[in-house]
């Protein structure tokens, strides 16, 4: 009568001729992480810078907001300071929208920067493991071939 063939002495000796390599899982955990830490510095740095142009843009409304509030005796000097806040708020919209519009173009440029660079490293990790695995697989071959 025939036998069935175990596998697992079959199984065990493929698993150690194909060792997994955990090195290249870690290193790009690493990457991975410090890509994440630079671009929470872009997004944290782009927070504060526009938290301090809100907070400038409010403290210089409410100071133009100072004259419209004073009672005038004349209606005609109420409408002119009511006339001259509105001109002075649509100058201070215009000049914190394009600090705001800055903000926004570092905050692109910078991840661009990051992104590329991080398709650089990951571009040469790649090919260095496929080398490797190449030449690992290319060993554990010639070594079940002569077995």
């Known amino acids: 009568m025939a036998s069935t063939q175990d596998f697992t002495a079959v199984m065990k000796d493929m698993m150690g001729a194909f060792p997994v390599d955990t090195a290249s899982m870690e290193d790009a955990f690493k990457n991975t992480a410090a890509l994440n830490e630079k671009l929470s510095t872009v997004a944290l740095t782009a927070a504060e810078k526009s938290a301090e142009v809100s907070n400038k843009w409010t403290k210089e409304t409410l100071a133009k ?83």
């Open 65 to 147: 907001l100072s004259g419209v509030s004073k009672a005038p005796a004349d209606p005609a000097d109420y409408a002119k300071s009511v006339t001259d806040f509105a001109s002075a708020s649509a100058e201070v919209a215009a000049e914190n929208l394009a600090a705001f519009a800055e903000i926004a173009k570092k905050v692109q440029m910078d991840t661009v920067e990051l992104m590329m660079a991080a398709g650089k490293d990951i571009s040469e990790e790649a090919a260095t493991a496929v080398k490797k695995a190449t030449a690992d697989v290319t060993t554990a071959a010639k070594k079940a071939a002569t077995k």
